[in-house]
């Protein structure tokens, strides 16, 4: 592919309904009984154990990572009709609150919920298992706020594996299906150093991409700075810098300090484990350790994402809608967005029907004159699969 100085600048900002198309759970549907039943079938997950801690409990006492799952979505839906939260970034958000304030109300609310679990026959199709029913009858007492909300980190990194599981293991997915024909056309257009992607999901359908075009044998593109093991300053010229600011379920946080290290950068870059670490997981679950990361775990990433947006001719949002619960990225990207030379187009992908669309275009309106906002109505595979380059740079 040729490097022309007159080549523009996009950045590509993606959201949840970027992997939707392709299997992915919305956030607000993250938890779920179609989610619990993906989980409830990969064996791997269902592999994962955990010690249990507390009074009278044996030190060898282990629960299933599929029990506690199960215990998660029951938590969950259950405090969905108990008027606690009304959504999966609200829950994971609260879940977190009771975590850090264990003497709070918000803690109370929570372990008062999970007496409930065995109250309720059935809640918007769910009810204890059988094998759950046992484990909750000897352990109950240990189910604590702390406990539940390290194991929805779990369900969530897991949920974000699964969809993919397919793709891993039959690369021809990739490389031939239908359903992944849009991203193809989409990673072929991409213009290694002038192109940058921002993404807010923690799966791994970027790097599938790359693995289909490195059997292309195209190695110059999606280069992240840490699964490459390089600083954000020395990210090659001929590659698509992929800034991922909440995170990824391949990312594990090895350092007691606020750094990332990455075992996966060294040992298995092409692997999704943060499911089988969830207390070290680097993935942005909404919540103070959310709204740490710009400063903090993930700097090194949110500011030249930053510098990339202020400076780009176009910025396409992918099936990112500025969710209630992610404030500090929403104020963010506005401010980057709104430091960019007037010129530049922002587009917006959310679908044909999407509420959210009045809402995304608003704010972005903020930000330069209307007309330099464009609305499209269509869904990411639809998107990815009409539109063209030059039709990002104009009205």
């Given at each position: ?89 609200q ?12 003497g ?51 369900y ?24 992944w024909?849009?991203?193809?056309r989409?990673?072929k257009?991409?213009?290694?150093g002038?192109?940058t ?25 999606f280069?992240?700075?840490f ?5 954000v300053?020395g ?22 300090d ?11 870059p ?5 499911h089988?670490?969830p207390?070290e ?7 103070q ?29 992918v099936?990112?809608r ?8 929403k ?21 044909a ?43």
């Amino acid at each position: 592919m040729g490097r022309s100085a007159t080549v523009k600048k996009v950045v590509w900002v993606l959201g949840a309904g970027f992997s939707v198309p392709l299997g992915g759970p919305l956030f607000r549907a993250l938890i779920s009984i179609t989610t619990l039943r993906a989980l409830g079938s990969w064996k791997h997950y269902a592999e994962q154990q955990r010690c249990m801690e507390g009074e009278g409990v044996p030190k060898d006492v282990t629960i299933s990572a599929s029990v506690l799952s199960d215990l998660v979505c029951g938590l969950y839906l259950v405090g969905v009709t108990r008027k606690l939260w009304d959504d999966a970034e609200q829950f994971l958000e609260r879940l977190e609150t009771a975590t850090v304030e264990p003497g709070g109300d918000l803690a109370r609310d929570v372990r008062e919920t999970l007496r409930y679990l065995d109250v309720f026959p059935e809640v918007h199709g769910w009810s204890l298992a059988n094998n759950t029913q046992e484990v909750w009858n000897r352990h109950k007492t240990q189910l604590s706020p702390a406990l539940m909300h390290s194991e929805a980190v779990r369900y969530v990194a897991g949920a974000c594996t699964a969809f993919l599981l397919r793709a891993e293991q039959n690369p021809r997915i990739v490389d031939e299906s239908e359903q992944w024909d849009p991203y193809r056309r989409w990673f072929k257009m991409l213009h290694p150093g002038h192109d940058t992607v921002v993404s807010f999901n923690y799966d791994r359908v970027p790097d599938l991409l790359a693995d289909h075009g490195r059997r292309l044998q195209r190695r110059d593109l999606f280069m992240s700075p840490f699964v490459d093991g390089k600083t954000v300053e020395g990210l090659a010229p001929n590659a698509v810098p992929l800034y991922q600011l909440h995170g990824h379920v391949s990312w594990r946080r090895r350092s007691s300090d606020m750094t990332v290290e990455l075992e996966s950068a060294r040992r298995a870059p092409d692997k999704s484990i943060a499911h089988l670490h969830p207390d070290e997981a680097v993935i942005g679950i909404p919540g103070q350790t959310k709204l740490g990361m710009p400063s903090g775990l993930l700097k090194c990433l949110w500011e030249p994402a930053k510098a990339a947006l202020r400076s780009a001719d176009a910025i396409v949002f992918v099936g990112y809608r500025f969710p209630e619960t992610d404030n500090l990225a929403k104020r963010t990207l506005l401010d980057a967005v709104k430091a960019n030379r007037e010129d530049a187009y922002v587009h917006i992908v959310l679908g044909a029907t999407n509420a959210d669309t009045p809402r995304v275009q608003a704010m972005l309106e903020w930000t330069r004159p209307k007309n330099r906002v464009r609305v499209h109505p269509l869904w990411a595979e639809d998107f990815l699969a009409a539109y063209e380059r030059n039709g990002l740079f104009n009205g």
